[in-house]
Every structure is written in C-alpha cells, then in structure tokens.
C-alpha cells in the first residue's frame, strides 16, 4: 500500500486552468471529440472541426495533440 498527502496552502493564488480532459481526443477525419471537466464542473463533450479552425492551426494542433489529464484552455 501507498498513502498519498496533499495540502493546500492558505494564501496562495491558483489560477485558473481551464477545462482539463478526461480522455483522450477521438480523431476522425475533419474533426475531433474531446471529453472535458469544465471549471464549472459539468462533463462537456466538444466538437472541434478542421474547418472552422482553419484560421487558428496551432489551436487545434494543440486540441488534437491533447492527452488525458491535460488542460485546454479553450
């Protein structure tokens, strides 16, 4: 067995990180599912298709390069 102790420290400032994923990116051929933790807290499945990213390439570069755990700032 293992125990894992965490603590958060009182007057320190998290930012906020966005939206983290859940799984990994289902890539088909024109788009991409990403499965998302919103801040709120809500399960969110997105939708990101090639062509209306087409003027922000890095953005979906980096949706579609996105692994479980990460964090999107989308």
């Known amino acids: 067995y293992s125990y ?3 603590e958060k420290i009182e007057g320190v400032e998290y ?8 799984s990994t990116a ?3 051929d024109k788009h991409i599912l990403v ?17 209306k990213m087409r ?3 890095e953005e979906y570069r980096r949706v579609r390069k996105s692994e479980w755990g990460g964090v999107l700032s989308v």
């Open 26 to 28: 289902l890539k088909r």
């Open 55 to 57: 003027d922000d390439k």
């Open 15 to 22: 930012p906020a990180a966005g939206s983290r994923v859940l």
């Open 35 to 51: 499965d998302l933790c919103c801040n709120n807290g809500n399960y969110e499945r997105r939708v990101y298709s090639k062509g």
């Open 4 to 6: 894992v102790v965490a």
